[in-house]
């Protein structure tokens, strides 16, 4: 037994040990130069095969390959493409800047600019880096590399590896060349940034725009939650000319969290339907069935019902909630945030700089984000439950990096060559030798697998953080999610990855030292030289990142090839039972992912400015990458992605703070070099030499913060000639403005969904409903239950008006694409911001002229192809318009609410304009051709609704082409201003 026992120690020891060997040195050296070869040749040939592909397959596909020029108005619409395999190339390099900040927005013109400054950055780093680095590491280490082997391999030479002593100044002026170089590119962009964002301030958007000039009021005291309390509050700030229109926020309680169930209902019916009636003259046998909500009490739990009836009178169950939660909206009690709007830009903007580190009675003023940028849930949030949940957060993200840090080593050592895993594991060996082909195929995909499907969740894992910790908009979440990404990636994949291996090289050297020679831990210590065996790791692992970087063409070329998007129309119709509304979304244009690709940009130049010194070859391969990707992104950000929340460019702080970060770790790198290697006499000499660097570069930041950041945020011009150069009137009208209507909260106005039926299942859903279904009111909808099967259900609310309840949409095959639906708000909020880029502006003013909004293009209307004709090609078809707050063709209220005169006089009512009037404004139509056609039926509805909105039916409409719309029932809003505040 005790020779067993002694096989068995001797056995585990040995595994101990290689393990530890392992760990130590997870990186075949000599396979670095190979490797780096065959992942050059394979980045660019891949990349190029791509490319090419794509030139040929695009003129084909263009609802994958360009769908803004399908989509977009005639402002925003892309150069018009041809179809030659490289007709895209002329358009994308001829755009200018300044038509792209038209064309696509500000953010993504600013991550064109900023990808364009890091490939401009890494030219002249290639160049002037390089002639310097290269030189100092061969000449300064070829007699220690030739005396220690003369096999070496080039890529190794590179480094500073078998550097020691005087040649260290080399590094010194690397240190200064690095900064000399980086941040005279940060100073010419912060300064083309400040002048881009004038030019916005000045742009006829953000001086139409009612976001401009309003102050969002957050944390007020409960005595002064009203609108009295809030003039209070910011009169308290700075007292102003005017007198700012306010409005209170009201309690809206569950409605919100009962549209999501009301959604989360309709887009369940709508998968139960579509798979039933996949040939619905074929049903199957048996009806679907599923388990009832377990927010319904009215169902036992885990009992399964009837699916199709159980939904159906979910969702209508779930609408009376809603409705009668809405009426009673008013009385309930005012929330502790507000809105105050002033009548002109500046005014607002003063006072909101005045207001930066002050707390009036507690409560907080800034800018208010556009209305589609509020996170509507936390703007209530107290300050207390704010600050506690921020450091949840904190410990959360600490704790998730944290615990990262073992698999993420664990993988790099062995799933990255399963040999190593083997080598530990004997019974594994086994397996792996009888099957070496089926393993290596795991080995292939399991360590990218597994990282990119982590890092594919990270960013929505640390969104949801950011937004439970009580970010107030969208644009400040997304900003602290780059920075939490950023955190990670640094900590995990660069700093802990790349000092591991050096670390258990020094744990593994001390081990040994301690075993063989019986040392102590601290002789064993003085032995290891800690310092410069960690930094010599760093030039050994060098070459891995210059391999890593090479690989990331591969990621910009599947960007461009939308390879996911290409296949995943095909395969929703072949393989799955899609509803009609995933068929619209899929083709629909992309919302592009500003925070990941940020976080990208950021680590990989973060990893050049730290390895330049150590492996010069990452500067080139950088520079390659954001050339290709340069290009790449422009194609893609003018035809095929769109940005969902458009912030006017509010990302370049954070993006010049990592920037900063990035160059201080890189020029710490290169005094930890210079320390471990330099010898002690040159170490006291060459670190002061560095030591102004890092207050440099500090006082760089700071320079640039009093020089550009005041221009950035605030509009400090606001006099009349600007006014008049932006084509507004000197004096616009406060009655216009409809503070509580256009920053009210979505789950108030919002339009409660329908589930979407495909049209050739309209013939069967009477008999799915047993009959009770009054399929006769029309030929394009559902009617709601009746006994008479020949009346159409009229509104009890609206005398002689059609009812708005129709249980089903039905969606013709010719109509299941995003163009007919992109003005509805439950498809463009998440492709496009809301419909601005369809020609649905949200946040304007109305100017004197009526007639249409106000987007300073005296030729623009709402749409560029919104014309009659263009927006019902099928005659029996008319989308459904959802209207929003920012509409002005009227809103849909609570009932609950009331209108004050105030508000009346801001909205089509008698002796204003009509509701016929609205609705050819809203077709595209001219005022005098809507009036020529529809005299009769303007003249007797000129002052029926006064309140009302123009709404079109849903598909197929039979009521004819005279009566092609309905009004809404509701009415109302916020009793907000009395009379001696008009």
């Given at each position: 037994?005790?020779?067993?026992?002694?096989?068995?120690?001797?056995?585990e020891?040995?595994?101990?040990?290689?393990?530890?060997?392992?760990?130590?040195?997870?990186?075949?050296?000599?396979?670095q130069?190979?490797?780096?070869?065959?992942?050059?040749?394979?980045?660019?040939?891949?990349?190029?095969?791509?490319?090419?592909?794509?030139?040929?397959?695009?003129?084909?596909?263009?609802?994958?390959y360009?769908?803004?020029?399908?989509?977009?108005?005639?402002?925003?619409?892309?150069?018009?493409?041809g179809?030659?395999?490289?007709?895209?190339?002329?358009?994308?390099w001829?755009?200018t800047?300044?038509?792209?900040?038209?064309?696509?927005?500000?953010?993504?013109?600013?991550f064109?600019?900023?990808?364009?400054?890091?490939?401009?950055?890494?030219?002249?780093?290639?160049?002037?880096?390089?002639?310097?680095i290269?030189?100092?590491?061969?000449?300064?280490?070829k007699?220690t590399?030739?005396?220690?082997?003369?096999?070496i391999?080039?890529?190794?030479?590179?480094?500073?590896?078998?550097m020691?002593?005087a040649p260290?100044?080399?590094f010194?002026?690397?240190?200064?060349?690095?900064?000399?170089?980086?941040?005279?590119?940060?100073?010419?962009?912060?300064?083309?940034?400040a002048?881009?964002?004038?030019?916005?301030?000045?742009?006829p958007?953000?001086?139409?725009?009612?976001?401009?000039?309003?102050?969002?009021?957050?944390?007020?005291?409960?005595?002064?939650?009203n609108?009295?309390?809030v003039?209070?509050?910011?009169?308290?700030?700075?007292?102003?000319?005017?007198?700012?229109?306010?409005?209170?926020?009201?309690n809206?309680?569950?409605?919100?969290?009962?549209?999501?169930?009301?959604?989360?209902?309709?887009?369940?019916?709508?998968?139960?339907?579509?798979?039933?009636?996949?040939?619905?003259d074929?049903?199957?046998?048996?009806r679907?069935?599923?388990?009832?909500?377990?927010?319904?009490?009215?169902?036992?739990?885990?009992?399964?019902?009837?699916?199709i009836?159980y939904?159906?009178?979910?969702i209508?169950?779930?609408?009376?909630?809603?409705?009668?939660?809405?009426?009673s909206?008013?009385?309930?009690?005012?929330?502790?945030?507000?809105?105050?709007?002033?009548?002109?830009?500046d005014?607002?903007?003063?006072?909101?700089?005045a207001?930066?580190?002050?707390?009036?009675?507690?409560?907080r003023?800034?800018?208010?984000?556009?209305?589609?940028?509020?996170?509507?849930k936390?703007?209530?949030?107290?300050?207390?439950?704010?600050?506690?949940?921020?450091?949840?957060n904190?410990?959360?993200?600490?704790?998730?990096?944290?615990?990262?840090?073992?698999?993420?080593?664990?993988?790099a050592?062995?799933?990255?060559?399963l040999?190593?895993?083997?080598?530990?594991?004997?019974?594994?060996?086994?397996?792996?030798?009888?099957?070496?082909?089926?393993?290596?195929?795991?080995?292939?995909?399991?360590?990218?697998?597994?990282?990119?499907?982590?890092?594919f969740?990270?960013?929505?894992?640390?969104?949801?953080?950011?937004?439970?910790?009580?970010?107030?908009?969208?644009?400040?979440?997304?900003?602290?999610?780059?920075?939490?990404?950023?955190?990670?990636?640094?900590?995990?994949?660069?700093?802990?990855?790349?000092?591991?291996?050096?670390?258990?090289?020094?744990?593994?050297?001390?081990?040994?030292?301690?075993?063989?020679?019986?040392?102590?831990w601290?002789?064993?210590?003085?032995?290891?030289?800690?310092?410069?065996k960690?930094?010599?790791?760093?030039?050994?692992?060098?070459?891995?990142w210059?391999?890593?970087?090479?690989q990331?063409?591969?990621?910009a070329?599947?960007?461009?090839?939308?390879?996911?998007?290409?296949?995943?129309?095909?395969?929703?119709r072949?393989?799955?039972?899609?509803?009609p509304?995933?068929?619209?979304?899929?083709?629909?244009?992309?919302?592009?992912?500003?925070?990941?690709?940020?976080?990208?940009?950021?680590f990989?130049?973060t990893?050049?400015?730290?390895?330049?010194?150590f492996?010069?070859?990452?500067?080139?391969v950088?520079?390659?990458?954001?050339?290709?990707?340069?290009?790449l992104?422009?194609?893609?950000?003018?035809?095929?992605f769109?940005?969902?929340?458009?912030?006017?460019?509010?990302?370049?702080?954070?993006?010049?703070n990592?920037?900063?970060?990035?160059l201080l770790?890189?020029?710490?790198?290169?005094?930890?070099?210079?320390?471990?290697?330099?010898g002690?006499?040159?170490?006291?000499?060459?670190?002061?030499?560095?030591?102004?660097?890092?207050?440099?570069?500090?006082?760089?930041?700071?320079?640039?913060?009093?020089?550009?950041?005041?221009?950035?945020?605030?509009y400090?011009k606001?006099?009349?000639?600007?006014?008049?150069?932006?084509?507004?009137?000197?004096?616009?009208s406060?009655?216009?403005?409809?503070?509580?209507?256009?920053?009210?909260?979505?789950?108030?106005?919002?339009?409660?969904?329908?589930?979407?039926?495909?049209?050739?299942?309209?013939?069967?859903?009477?008999?799915?409903?047993?009959?009770?279904?009054n399929s006769?009111?029309?030929?394009?909808?559902?009617?709601g239950?009746?006994?008479?099967?020949?009346?159409?259900?009229?509104?009890?609310?609206?005398?002689?008006?059609?009812?708005?309840?129709?249980?089903?949409?039905?969606?013709k095959?010719?109509?299941?694409?995003?163009e007919?639906f992109?003005?509805?708000?439950?498809?463009?909020?998440e492709?496009?911001?809301?419909?601005?880029?369809?020609?649905?502006?949200?946040?304007?003013?109305?100017?004197?002229?009526?007639?249409?909004?106000?987007?300073?293009?005296?030729?623009?209307?709402?749409?560029r192809?919104?014309?009659?004709?263009?927006?019902?090609?099928?005659?029996?078809?008319?989308p459904?318009?959802?209207?929003t707050?920012?509409e002005?063709?009227?809103?849909t209220?609570?009932?609950?609410?009331?209108?004050?005169?105030?508000?009346?006089?801001?909205?089509?009512?008698?002796?204003?304009?009509?509701?016929?009037?609205?609705?050819?404004l809203?077709?595209?139509?001219?005022?005098?051709?809507?009036?020529?056609?529809?005299?009769e039926?303007?003249?007797?509805l000129?002052?029926?609704?006064?309140?009302?909105?123009?709404?079109?039916?849903?598909?197929?409409?039979?009521?004819?082409?005279?009566?092609?719309?309905?009004?809404?029932d509701?009415?109302?809003?916020?009793d907000?201003?009395?009379g001696?505040?008009?």
């Open positions: 037994m005790s020779r067993v026992r002694a096989v068995l120690e001797a056995r020891t040995s595994t101990t040990d290689e393990f530890l060997s392992l760990i130590a040195n997870p990186f075949n050296s000599e396979l130069q190979d490797a780096l070869l065959v992942s050059l040749a394979t980045s660019l040939g891949v990349t190029v095969a791509i490319a090419l592909l794509f030139c040929f397959i695009r003129p084909y596909n263009t609802v994958v360009a769908p803004k020029l399908k989509h977009a108005d005639a402002k925003h619409a892309p150069p018009v493409l179809k030659g395999p490289f007709a895209w190339i002329k358009p994308v001829k755009t800047e300044e038509e792209l900040i038209e064309k696509i927005g500000f953010d993504a013109t600013l064109l600019r900023f990808t364009r400054m890091c490939r401009n950055m890494f030219i002249v780093l290639t160049i002037i880096g390089c002639a310097i290269i030189p100092v590491n061969v000449v300064g280490g007699q590399a030739d005396a220690f082997s003369s096999q391999s080039t890529i190794y030479r590179l480094t500073p590896q078998y020691f002593g260290f100044w080399g010194v002026a690397i240190g200064y060349c690095l900064t000399a170089i980086v941040c005279p590119f940060l100073w010419w962009n912060y300064r083309a940034v002048r881009l964002r004038r030019k916005y301030f000045d742009s958007e953000y001086q139409n725009s009612l976001h401009s000039r309003t102050i969002l009021v957050t944390d007020i005291p409960q005595s002064l939650r609108d009295d309390g003039i209070s509050l910011v009169d308290s700030v700075k007292a102003t000319s005017s007198l700012p229109r306010t409005t209170i926020a009201r809206v309680k569950e409605i919100p969290e009962k549209l999501e169930e009301h959604e989360k209902a309709v887009r369940q019916l709508e998968k139960v339907l579509a798979k039933y009636l996949v040939d619905p074929r049903l199957p046998a048996t679907p069935l599923c388990k009832p909500s377990k927010k319904d009490k009215s169902h036992p739990p885990n009992q399964k019902v009837d699916a009836e939904l159906t009178n979910r209508e169950s779930l609408e009376g909630e809603i409705r009668m939660q809405r009426e909206v008013d009385n309930r009690n005012p929330m502790s945030y507000g809105f105050a709007s002033y009548k002109t830009i005014e607002a903007h003063v006072l909101a700089h207001a930066k580190g002050k707390k009036p009675k507690g409560a003023l800034r800018l208010s984000p556009k209305p589609s940028d509020l996170l509507w936390n703007l209530g949030m107290g300050p207390s439950l704010r600050r506690y949940r921020r450091i949840i904190n410990l959360w993200v600490a704790l998730l990096t944290i615990a990262w840090i073992v698999p993420n080593a664990l993988i050592v062995f799933l990255t060559d040999s190593k895993l083997g080598r530990v594991w004997p019974a594994f060996q086994t397996e792996l030798e009888a099957h070496q082909n089926g393993w290596a195929a795991v080995q292939g995909v399991a360590a990218p697998a597994l990282t990119s499907l982590f890092y969740f990270l960013p929505t894992i640390f969104r949801r953080l950011s937004a439970r910790a009580g970010d107030v908009s969208k644009t400040s979440r997304e900003r602290h999610v780059i920075h939490k990404l950023y955190a990670f990636f640094v900590f995990n994949n660069l700093i802990v990855f790349s000092f591991f291996s050096s670390v258990w090289g020094l744990v593994t050297f001390l081990i040994n030292k301690r075993k063989k020679e019986h040392m102590s601290s002789q064993a210590l003085d032995e290891a030289e800690p310092l410069r960690i930094m010599d790791t760093f030039s050994t692992v060098s070459p891995f210059v391999n890593w970087l090479l990331r063409n591969l990621g070329a599947i960007d461009l090839s939308q390879i996911v998007n290409l296949a995943w129309g095909s395969l929703l072949k393989f799955t039972h899609p509803t509304r995933e068929l619209i979304e899929s083709t629909a244009p992309p919302p592009f992912d500003y925070a990941s690709y940020y976080n990208y940009f950021l990989y130049t990893v050049a400015l730290c390895f330049a010194a492996q010069p070859i990452v500067l080139p950088t520079c390659l990458y954001f050339t290709i990707d340069f290009v992104k422009k194609y893609l950000l003018m035809y095929v769109v940005t969902k929340t458009e912030s006017g460019g509010q990302y370049w702080r954070i993006l010049f990592r920037f900063i970060f990035a770790l890189a020029n710490v790198f290169i005094a930890l070099m210079v320390a471990a290697k330099a002690e006499t040159l170490v006291w000499q060459m670190l002061p030499a560095m030591a102004p660097l890092p207050f440099l570069i500090i006082g760089f930041k700071f320079y640039c913060h009093w020089a550009f950041d005041d221009q950035i945020y605030w400090s606001g006099n009349k000639k600007d006014k008049e150069s932006a084509g507004l009137p000197d004096k616009p406060r009655d216009r403005d409809r503070v509580a209507v256009r920053f009210g909260h979505p789950a108030l106005y919002r339009k409660l969904m329908k589930p979407m039926v495909h049209e050739k299942a309209r013939h069967m859903l009477t008999q799915i409903y047993g009959g009770r279904l006769d009111i029309n030929d394009t909808n559902i009617g239950y009746s006994d008479s099967m020949t009346m159409n259900r009229m509104s009890a609310g609206r005398p002689g008006k059609l009812s708005d309840h129709h249980p089903f949409e039905l969606v095959e010719s109509q299941l694409d995003f007919h992109k003005d509805r708000a439950e498809f463009a909020q492709h496009g911001g809301e419909g601005e880029m369809y020609g649905r502006p949200t946040d304007m003013i109305r100017p004197d002229t009526p007639g249409r909004l106000y987007s300073g293009d005296s030729s623009a209307t709402h749409s192809n919104v014309s009659v004709n263009s927006h019902m090609s099928d005659k029996t078809h008319t459904e318009r959802v209207l707050p920012g002005e063709q009227g809103t209220y609570p009932a609950g609410y009331h209108v004050t005169p105030a508000l009346r006089g801001a909205s089509p009512g008698p002796g204003k304009r009509g509701a016929w009037e609205q609705v050819g809203h077709a595209g139509r001219s005022t005098t051709t809507l009036n020529s056609q529809y005299s039926s303007y003249e007797a000129r002052g029926a609704a006064p309140m009302g909105t123009a709404e079109p039916h849903t598909a197929g409409s039979g009521q004819g082409r005279s009566s092609p719309y309905q009004t809404l509701h009415e109302g809003g916020y907000y201003f009395r001696r505040h008009r």
